[in-house]
């Protein structure tokens, strides 16, 4: 089995903050210690010594006793354990989620990067037969609201003393739909 590696260590802590994918991370980190944020768009932007300094100040303002937010609680609890809390902010736990998936072997990943796969496969085909429920739901609703109003109508023509067959003819509903209302 391979170390581990942890997000502490100098490997660690550059996949957690300097792959693009993460830049979300990142932007949590300095906002989580600076109050600040920091558009992080295309890589030929991003001023990299002033991210390093920022990181730096974040990563040994962990090591002193003086944690003040709830966020910083979290990055020290993911520091020191790996693992974010359940109550985390979604970077942290990106960020937990990144070295868990280091950590993994590459027949580990491959795995994993299957039922992912199948799941947003499976979570795709889910959401279109919910659109399309929808969209059958709302079209009977239409058709039964016309039908509802068509038979409120001959109701209407039947209390007027008009035929059956007219009323069929006007409204569209059938002379045994109208046959009933009668009775």
């Avoid at 944020?37 to 006793?65: C, H, M, N, V």
């Avoid at 993994?104 to 299957?114: A, F, G, I, S, V």
């Avoid at 739901?137 to 209390?159: D, H, N, P, R, W």
Wanted: glycine share 6%.
């Amino acid at each position: 089995m391979t170390e581990r590696i942890p997000p502490t260590s100098d490997l660690g802590f550059k996949k957690i903050t300097c792959e693009q994918s993460n830049k979300d991370v990142l932007q949590g980190i300095i906002g989580d210690f600076f109050d600040l944020w920091i558009p992080l768009d295309a890589p030929g932007q991003r001023d990299k010594s002033f991210e390093k300094e920022y990181l730096t100040i974040a990563y040994f303002e962990l090591s002193k006793d003086k944690i003040e937010t709830v966020n910083q609680r979290h990055w020290k609890d993911f520091f020191r354990t790996g693992e974010a809390p359940f109550n985390a902010p979604d970077y942290i736990k990106k960020a937990a989620w990144v070295i868990e998936r280091s950590n993994l072997t590459k027949e580990e990943r491959d795995m994993y990067d299957q039922l992912q796969k199948a799941k947003d496969i499976y979570d795709s085909v889910m959401y279109t037969a919910e659109i399309k429920a929808e969209a059958r739901g709302k079209i009977e609703g239409k058709i039964e609201g016309k039908k509802a109003k068509a038979l409120a109508v001959a109701q209407s023509l039947l209390e007027t003393g008009m035929p059956i067959a007219d009323i069929s003819r006007h409204t569209g509903a059938t002379e045994e739909e109208i046959r009933k209302l009668a009775h």
